[in-house]
């Protein structure tokens, strides 16, 4: 592992917008705005916010500063803004994944990146060029740890390779040279964190760990800014990210085709507000569901196979994950999700109001979980193998990838419709209007003018 740390500042430092294929700033807009939908969301919603925002209140950090917060009207400082973002935009589980990294990208870098062009009053192609930046910061790093080697030693990615991410992002902005990212990259390998323990309980530590990967790298980025000195390979020395955080590194990874494949154009959008690893599941459920006309009391049985990674976060143990009790343990609950499918003929955010439902759980009841050896050893991990059993007999499909992927991605109407959904509830009237005005970023010459900001 040599000039992994080096090769990564180089290119964020030298990446600009006017070299990137006009498709990629387009995804990465896009992806943005999916994440500012959950954001707005959960800043009303989620059931952690009320904790957040009384911790940073109770900490003094609560003071009015120049980063804004989507859905909360008012402005923070930007490590305050960035963390706040970025728990938020996690906290619906809604927002979009990396299939190869299995990790989800926006959450750190986006809120990271629009807090340091808020500090540097950046253009919206500067913003967006960050952000990428970003992504193929994280992403590649997700894709070097291994994930099913970094998910074994309990270790949340997002959160890791995120910091990371975060950091580029920022630091781009800020105009830090290639040596200034890499001493950035070098103090976030001692900030990048993040447990799977918070499934024991479902505990709201994920939610906090990917706002702090967010806050962290930020930090990260200004503190090379101010020509601090972080570790030198970070990434791939004797005590760096990928000796410490795996047992399976793919070093090569981090670097293959950077700046010609980019790993943005593989992140894919979520239609359900679950972990990942369901939604194959459930879109094969709801497919059937459709075709045959089922009803719930027509499902005998559900068997589901998953990759060993979506046992580990969904299906595990199985009659805990049947019964969950708070919105975190139903958004890692395989036999929740497959309930939901088949009980409503849908699943959305609403639908957690269902938790504890008698008849939801009667079906995830009947829901088996188990790892499926044909899905180990793909490119994806994503997809599922589902045997539904009825009174007409037993039903056998597979789905390669959940809907939202690069190949289903959505066009700008979805996009549009589910940020809409999101932010409507929140923002009322005000909803379009912030989806217009974050459309038009690429035009937007001071972000610190635009109106998006008071939102």
Request: glycine content about 10%.
């Amino acid at each position: 592992m040599t000039g992994i740390t080096n090769s990564l500042a180089r290119y964020v430092a030298e990446l600009d917008y006017s070299d990137l294929p006009a498709e990629v700033p387009e995804r990465a807009s896009h992806l943005a705005i999916d994440l500012i939908g959950s954001i707005v969301r959960a800043s009303k919603e989620a059931d952690s916010t009320p904790s957040l925002l009384g911790m940073l209140k109770r900490l003094g950090m609560d003071g009015p500063g120049q980063s804004s917060v989507f859905g909360l009207g008012r402005r923070y400082s930007p490590a305050t803004a960035a963390l706040l973002n970025g728990a938020l935009g996690h906290s619906l589980d809604f927002d979009d994944t990396h299939a190869d990294s299995s990790l989800h990208p926006s959450a750190p870098v986006v809120p990271a990146a629009f807090a340091a062009a808020e500090m540097v009053g950046a253009s919206g192609k500067e913003l967006l060029a960050a952000i990428v930046a970003g992504y193929e910061v994280c992403c590649r790093l997700g894709n070097a740890l291994d994930p099913t080697a970094h998910y074994a030693r309990g270790f949340h990615p997002t959160a890791t390779a995120g910091t990371f991410g975060a950091a580029a992002a920022a630091g781009k902005l800020l105009g830090l040279d290639a040596a200034g990212l890499a001493s950035a990259f070098g103090v976030a390998a001692s900030q990048a964190a993040g447990s799977l323990q918070f499934l024991v309980n479902g505990a709201w530590n994920k939610r906090y760990q990917v706002g702090a990967a967010a806050m962290n790298g930020l930090i990260a980025a200004t503190l090379a800014k101010e020509e601090f000195i972080g570790a030198a390979d970070a990434i791939e020395g004797k005590h760096g990210f990928l000796v410490g955080y795996t047992d399976n590194a793919r070093p090569e990874l981090a670097t293959r085709e950077l700046g010609q494949t980019y790993e943005t154009m593989k992140i894919g959008i979520k239609p359900y507000p679950a972990c990942r690893y369901t939604h194959a599941a459930v879109d094969g459920l709801l497919r059937l569901r459709r075709l045959h006309g089922w009803t719930a009391q027509d499902i005998q049985s559900v068997r589901v196979g998953l990759h060993q990674n979506g046992i580990v976060l969904t299906g595990a143990p199985l009659e805990e994950k049947r019964r969950p009790r708070s919105v975190v343990e139903g958004q890692f609950s395989m036999p929740f999700a497959a309930a939901i499918a088949l009980y409503k003929g849908s699943f959305g955010w609403d639908d957690y109001a269902l938790l504890g439902n008698p008849d939801v759980e009667a079906i995830a009841s009947r829901v088996v979980v188990e790892r499926d050896e044909r899905l180990e050893g793909l490119r994806h991990p994503f997809g599922a193998i589902i045997s539904v059993s009825t009174p007409s007999g037993v039903i056998e499909e597979r789905i390669a990838d959940p809907s939202g992927e690069p190949d289903t991605f959505p066009d700008r109407s979805a996009v549009e419709a589910k940020f809409m959904t999101l932010a409507t509830p929140v923002l009322g009237n005000g909803a379009s209007s912030l989806f217009m005005q974050l459309e038009a970023l690429p035009s937007v010459a001071n972000i610190n003018d635009f109106s998006i900001l008071s939102v």
